[in-house]
């Protein structure tokens, strides 16, 4: 079975850092670009990054550049988001989803992050 | 960046009628970074189309997209009342940045 599956989310304050993990399974890993995507409670879908199958190049949303950085280990099947400098609007439910970029086909339960003092 | 603009933001149909959703992009996109999701409470969205008209793995038929340039759009045609939901449009332009439209809600009265 496909599967993704993120953790690491918790409640943290403003300025504070957090890094989001999502363990893959069920498909090869290494051959796939992998996105962080997240929804703010009540509020539509916002993609924030991309890092290509092998690490080589990444993306980032203007809101989060800067500030977050994605990687890979495609030796351990897993795609990471360390995020800085957390602010409140960060505050989301953090979706890990299997690429390519323009067929998200598999996307994790997602993992929540709380930005508050 | 391309925006999305989709519309109407909240659409009433009663099961077994036609819904059309609308998809407005900033500018041009090629239909092959053009997709379709849907998401219902507490879960995950799921891929419906992409390449703006192909149907995903185990999607069914009463779905269909289509459209190109700036203008596109998801039709559900015999509504369930399983396909309440939310419906977001996605593109992917050149340069691998991904947005997505603000949603439709659908709700089966």
């Known amino acids: 079975e496909v599967q993704l599956v993120e953790s690491g989310g918790l409640v943290v304050q403003p300025g504070g850092s957090l890094r989001l993990s999502c363990a893959a399974s069920g498909f090869t890993f290494a051959d796939y670009t992998m996105l962080w995507v997240r929804q703010p409670p009540g509020k539509g879908l916002e993609w924030i990054s991309l890092i290509t199958w092998d690490g080589g190049i990444t993306y980032y949303a203007d809101s989060v550049q800067g500030r977050f950085t994605i990687s890979r280990d495609n030796s351990k099947n897993s795609l990471y988001l360390q995020m800085n400098s957390l602010r409140a609007e960060d505050t989301a439910l953090y979706y890990c989803?299997?690429?390519?970029?323009?067929?998200?086909?598999?996307w994790g339960k997602g993992t929540t992050v709380t930005v508050s003092s | 960046e391309i925006v999305l603009t989709q519309s109407p933001g909240t659409l009433s149909l009663s099961p077994g009628e036609r819904a059309t959703l609308s998809c407005r992009a900033s500018?041009?996109?090629?239909?092959?970074?053009l997709a379709w999701y849907q998401q219902k409470p507490g879960q995950p969205p799921r891929l419906l189309i992409y390449?703006?008209?192909s149907r995903a793995t185990g999607i069914p038929d009463r779905f269909s997209g289509s459209g190109s340039g700036t203008d596109f759009t998801l039709t559900i045609s015999r509504l369930e009342p399983e396909d309440s939901a939310v419906y977001y449009c996605q593109q992917c332009d050149d340069s691998e940045v991904n947005t997505f439209g603000q949603g439709t809600r659908l709700e089966i009265k």
């Open positions: 390449g703006a008209f």
């Open positions: 500018q041009s996109i090629g239909t092959n970074y």
């Open positions: 989803v299997k690429g390519p970029a323009y067929y998200l086909d598999v």
